[in-house]
């Protein structure tokens, strides 16, 4: 029941978009999207809600597909302090249980 | 207004043993919930308490427990240490509970648990 996200790894220069999937098995009611630093605690970065309406990041937004299976996080004009591992987060349907994505490691270059 | 804080940061045990961690959530917050994480595995949820009462757990051995007190800091325990439990262990603080709409979740620095 772990939302898979893809892609797994990705590296970018400064400047350059990047999107990032979590995917799930059952529809998603609210998607919370972290960043976590090498060493450091996962950072709270923003949440979607099931009608679209997101609260956080300025410069990051996210979205759902139309079956509500899958959100993509989108980062624009990189900064290298974009760089970490985004998780996903949301309830495993039904069970009060948190779950996180398998994670995306996102490297931003110089 | 200060952040999530767990102690110890880095701990060693030999199975067998027993070890406790502890949170303290942001003033205010009434949900602290703990997860596990580990390069093999990713980031797992072990329980949440909300208002001292465990709201749910995840799919971990009873050997995995923890409290709340009224004052809404956490403890986590381990009894009988196995080598994979040695992981970082995070706890996440929220007003609301953690798998609630529009929650926000702090989360502290996490205790490095090594088991030898």
Redesign the interface.
Known sequence: Q?PVQSPQAVILREGEDAVINCSSSKAL??V?WYRQKHG?????LM?L??GGEQ?GHDKISASFNEKKQQSSLYLTASQLSYSGTY?CGT?ASG??????G??TRLKVLA | KAGVTQTPRYLIKTRGQQVTLSCSPISGHRSVSWYQQTPGQGLQFLFEYFSETQRNKGNFPGRFSGRQFSNSRSEMNVSTLELGDSALYLCASSFGAVTAINTEAFFGQGTRLTVV
Not at chain 1, 40 to 44: D, K, L, T
Not at chain 1, 95 to 100: A, L, R, S, V
């Open positions: 772990q009611y609210s919370h450091e605690a996962p950072v709270f949440i809600l099931k609260k998780f309830e069970t009060y249980k948190y779950i996180f398998t994670g």
